[in-house]
T-cell receptor, first 112, second 114 residues
Framework: AQSVAQPEDQVNVAEGNPLTVKCTYS??????LFWYVQYPNRGLQFLLK??????LVKGSYGFEAEFNKSQTSFHLKKPSALVSDSALYFC??????????FGTGTRLLVSP | DTEVTQTPKHLVMGMTNKKSLKCEQH?????MYWYKQKAKKPPELMFV???????INESVPSRFSPECPNSSLLNLHLHALQPEDSALYLC?????????????FGPGTRLTVT
């Protein structure tokens, strides 16, 4: 079965510093991977996806993610964090026809 | 435009009430989804409609009844709910073509069952 793991419940970073939110995956076949962000009391917003092609994927709001097949990872990154980036981040993998399998989520706290 | 709208934003209902949640998208997507999300947890898939037909029901109790009147609208009819059904209910849509599997989510309806 397809699955993703987010090993950190929370990531703390100071504003202006680079941030990384980790995700590892386990799939049979080619992985279709996604990152979503959720602000309090809001729906999920799509940030970026990896389907095929370049291992470095650029997305919304300055976020990018690096697909690493040998390490089965798809970490979310941003060169310079903003306080407004504080939110709950979900990694997801296509888990079958029309299904997304989500990780448990990582709370990102960016301090001023 | 990647907007999915949901109404109402908040809903409080008693265990004997009947209510409906509504979802609308105008992106031409042919797959629409209902999810349930508890606080600080990932969304849990409930139902999937593909081309206006129910394609996935994740063993959801019959007190939740989905309906897809047309390709832009998705409803979730609620009846005789339990307090543990209180959650954020999210609607999503996708066009389900290869290279476009991402789902776009609405803001959700915060449901409280008293």
């Amino acid at each position: 079965a397809q699955s993703v793991a987010q090993p950190e419940d929370q990531v703390n970073v100071a504003e202006g510093n680079p941030l990384t939110v980790k995700c590892t995956y386990s799939v049979s076949g080619n992985p279709y991977l996604f990152w979503y962000v959720q602000y309090p009391n809001r729906g999920l917003q799509f940030l970026l996806k990896y389907i095929t092609g370049d291992n470095l994927v650029k997305g919304s709001y300055g976020f990018e993610a690096e697909f690493n097949k040998s390490q089965t990872s798809f970490h979310l990154k941003k060169p310079s964090a903003l306080v407004s980036d504080s939110a709950l981040y979900f990694c997801a993998v296509r888990g079958g026809f029309q299904k997304l399998v989500f990780g448990t989520g990582t709370r990102l706290l960016v301090s001023p | 435009d990647t907007e999915v709208t949901q109404t109402p934003k908040h809903l409080v209902m008693g265990m004997t009430n009947k209510k409906s949640l509504k979802c609308e998208q105008h992106m031409g997507h042919r797959a629409m989804y209902w999810y349930k999300q508890k606080a600080k947890k990932p969304p849990e898939l409930m139902f999937v409609y593909s081309y206006e037909k129910l394609s996935i029901n994740e063993s959801v109790p019959s007190r939740f009844s989905p309906e897809c009147p047309n390709s832009s609208l998705l409803n979730l009819h609620l009846h005789a709910l339990q307090p543990e059904d209180s959650a954020l209910y999210l609607c999503a849509s996708s066009n389900d073509r290869a290279s476009s599997y991402e789902q776009y989510f609405g803001p959700g309806t915060r449901l409280t069952v008293t």
